[in-house]
């Protein structure tokens, strides 16, 4: 039931996202074509390269070398008689470069905040990976108030838990040679951190992202996600992983752990 929920989350996150973009899509398109028909009358003889490049220079809140008004006939006449297409699209090119402008600034003042308050945080959570386990995890953070920061490849889970209120440092793709660095473990404030959890639902990346976080912390409880038999046992029994001293490591198998659980709440 958590993880559906966490699910719907994070699909409604990523809804509003696109419907975003769409509409500035259309506002862009829809600046581009009044524009041209403008730029059309005002100045018939040019070709439409010539009316769309006018057209982009608009987006700059490029003052013009020129107005339009004096290529029309007569001061009054010509100033009423600018197109109210051209106008419009005057205004809308204005409102959607500023409108730029001001979403990328506090997008860059955001992560410097988010930045500042992960260096200062201490005793808090770091869980990386992605998935219904990860977006479980958060749920039951965001639900004791418990502080934990983000490590994930997925942006659409990491911009979810910012919106939640809560901190995300994104990971590089998994299909970049480096997904995860001790850099990333460093923005994370790993090293003041009280717990390390590698819940990525990939076996291998839980496994680098351990090895990693062994060597970047001496206090933090590390936990392992290996849903693959032979590889928990493998790490349980025979310590591949020697965490530093202070430091506590626990391999665990997400199947079996929730196939424990529906066995103890309903017993054949």
Avoid at 38 to 54: E, H, I, K, Q, R
Avoid at 67 to 79: K, M, R
Avoid at 161 to 168: I, K, S
Avoid at 214 to 240: F, K, M, W
Wanted: charged share 20%; hydrophobic share 45%; net charge neutral.
């Amino acid at each position: 039931m958590r993880n559906n929920r966490a699910d719907n989350q994070l699909l409604r996150a990523a809804m509003r996202r696109v419907r975003g973009y769409k509409i500035f899509f259309v506002a862009i398109v829809a600046t581009i074509v009044l524009g041209m028909c403008g730029f059309s009358v005002v100045f018939p003889d040019y070709n439409a390269l010539t009316w769309l490049y006018m057209t982009m220079q608009l987006f700059i809140l490029d003052p013009q070398s020129f107005d339009v008004s004096d290529t029309l006939s007569g001061t009054e006449a010509g100033a009423a008689a600018v197109p109210w297409t051209l106008e419009l699209a005057r205004w809308m090119a204005a409102g959607i470069t500023c409108y730029g402008i001001i979403f990328a600034t506090w997008r860059l003042l955001q992560k410097s905040s988010g930045a500042m308050k992960i260096q200062k945080l201490r005793g808090h959570m770091v869980v990386f990976g992605s998935g219904p386990t990860v977006s479980g995890l958060l749920d039951e953070c965001l639900e004791n108030e418990s502080d934990c920061v983000l490590l994930s490849s997925c942006h659409d889970l990491a911009e979810s838990w910012r919106e939640r209120g809560g901190l995300a440092v994104e990971v590089s793709s998994a299909l970049e040679q480096e997904p995860l660095s001790r850099g990333h473990l460093d923005r994370a404030g790993l090293a003041h951190a009280s717990a390390f959890y590698a819940f990525d639902a990939h076996d291998g990346n839980n496994l680098r992202a351990a090895m990693l976080a062994e060597n970047s912390t001496t206090a933090a409880r590390i936990i392992v996600r290996q849903d693959e038999p032979y590889a928990c046992e493998l790490l349980q029994r025979n310590g591949l992983l020697s965490p530093a001293k202070g430091s506590s490591l626990r391999v665990i198998s997400v199947a079996l752990t929730r196939a424990r659980i529906l066995l103890r709440d309903a017993p054949p």
